[in-house]
């Protein structure tokens, strides 16, 4: 998570700086003040809400961008066809090979099993789904939560078409105009919407919102898990709802200002993409083995499992590293699609820019640190659970005799000790627990 938030950061900062030229050190110390002010004022419900309107914006803005980019460039057929002319409407390769950046079996098992963890086995997710008020709502939320994020990732990927549709003979990247490749929908919506007022801003509003969503969620996210799993059984007394409330406030203010300081060292590693997906597997490996483990390995105790995440993260933790590195030395050079500059009507440095086109070549080789990006959260999984699975011949297995079998994913429960177990689902049992806490909570109260 510490790695990721200066992301969410980042991006809305770039995006503001294309639109008014503000320095990114600039921004990002508002936003993040603005963020830890209403996280630490209103908590999870003011963080929900705040993510339901900003939602709003969010999507908004993309949907304006993509149809009026659509129009400028003469319609559907246009922006298709000339993706489709300089070979970008296709298919990731059919290949194999680990190393391939985007292959059909990456795409496929990697990015299902990344989304997996993402949106299932993640803190931020828990959180919301445990303050719902029945299993019945967790799973309509992520129903509704499913359709809405592939509607946003499908208009994200059609942004992507309509960009070269504009460019497609006068490449920004090429001729400096921008500075990078994430700069370009800032640039395409200030070409596109940048004669209309209020539409610019509307775009900008809709990357703050997504930045400030994704950062508000991680800060109360972490502040919960520091206070419950690592704060609270170090003390000998629990603390008061008075002392609670400033301890879960100070986490936020810290790990915001640590997010802060890390976004100038997120701004010279690379695309934001990668750079997110490759940052976040390194502790979304572990996360997916532990919980996989959880609920169809209950014969794995704590030890072993402590093992297997510690060295899935070092491992994982390690070739990101290299990799990155690799890429900022140039070491690491992916193929790159064709793009052309005949046709820009504005003046630039024609050497450098024709020296971008031509002279660079991809890398050849191939090792370990070229694994696609979208390996890195199978491949933690894995490498924790077989750790693990090695470490229970040192550390022993766990007694799984009193367990209850309603953890346990139901293709599992057959191996489990027979008993005469009555068989309640999962609704039933929430209400039965919550029931449970209702009556302690009367009698302590008399």
């Not at 920004?172 to 990078?180: D, E, G, Q, V």
């Not at 809709?206 to 704060?231: E, H, P, R, W």
């Not at 609920?295 to 993260?313: A, D, H, I, K």
């Not at 177990?421 to 029931?435: G, I, M, P």
């Amino acid at each position: 998570m510490l790695l990721w938030l200066p992301l969410a950061m980042y991006v809305p900062a770039i995006t503001y700086n294309q639109v008014t030229g503000t320095n990114i050190h600039v921004i990002t110390p508002i936003v993040c003040i603005i963020c830890i002010f209403y996280t630490c004022v209103g908590g999870l419900k003011a963080v929900i809400w705040t993510d339901v309107i900003q939602s709003f914006v969010m999507y908004g803005s993309i949907l304006t961008v993509c149809i009026k980019g659509t129009y400028d460039v003469g319609g559907l057929g246009v922006v298709l066809q000339r993706n489709q002319a300089s070979g970008r409407l296709n298919a990731p390769d059919w290949s194999w090979d680990p190393t391939v950046r985007l292959s059909m079996l990456s795409v496929i098992v990697g990015g299902t099993l990344h989304k997996i963890q993402s949106s299932d086995v993640n803190q931020v997710s828990i959180q919301r789904f445990l303050s719902l008020p029945s299993y019945k709502h967790a799973k309509q939320s992520m129903l509704i939560f499913t359709v809405l994020l592939i509607f946003l990732l499908s208009c994200c990927c059609y942004i992507g078409l309509v960009a070269y549709a504009v460019y497609h003979d006068c490449d920004p990247i090429s001729t400096k105009l921008a500075k990078a490749s994430d700069q370009l929908p800032a640039l395409l919506m200030m070409r596109t919407l940048g004669s209309i007022p209020g539409l610019p801003g509307l775009f900008v509003s809709g990357v703050f919102s997504a930045a400030l969503s994704s950062l508000s969620t991680g800060l109360n996210s972490m502040a919960c898990v520091i206070s419950q799993d690592m704060v609270r059984p170090m003390l000998r007394k629990p603390l008061t709802e008075r002392q609670t409330a400033l301890l879960l406030r100070a986490i936020v203010v810290i790990f915001g200002i640590f997010c802060m300081a890390l976004v100038s060292v997120v701004e010279k590693l690379g695309m934001v993409l990668q750079l997110a997906t490759m940052t976040s597997a390194v502790a979304m490996g572990p996360l997916l083995g532990i919980y996989t483990m959880g609920v169809c390995l209950p014969w794995m105790n704590g030890r072993s499992v402590l093992t297997g995440s510690m060295v899935s993260f070092t491992t994982l933790g390690w070739i990101c590293l290299k990799s990155q590195l690799a890429q900022m030395h140039g070491e690491i050079r992916y193929p790159k699609m064709p793009v052309s500059i005949d046709g820009c009507d504005y003046t630039f440095d024609n050497v450098t820019a024709w020296q971008t086109i031509h002279n660079y070549t991809p890398s050849t080789d191939r090792n370990i640190y070229h694994l696609s990006f979208y390996w890195y959260t199978a491949l933690g999984g894995v490498i924790c659970t077989v750790v693990a699975l090695l470490a229970s011949l040192v550390f022993g297995w766990q007694d799984v005799s009193q367990l209850n079998p309603t953890l346990i994913t139901p293709c599992m429960r057959r191996f489990l000790p027979k008993k005469d177990y009555q068989a309640v689902d999962l609704e039933e049992l929430f209400s039965r627990k919550a029931q449970a806490e209702a009556r302690k909570m009367a009698e302590s109260s008399e």
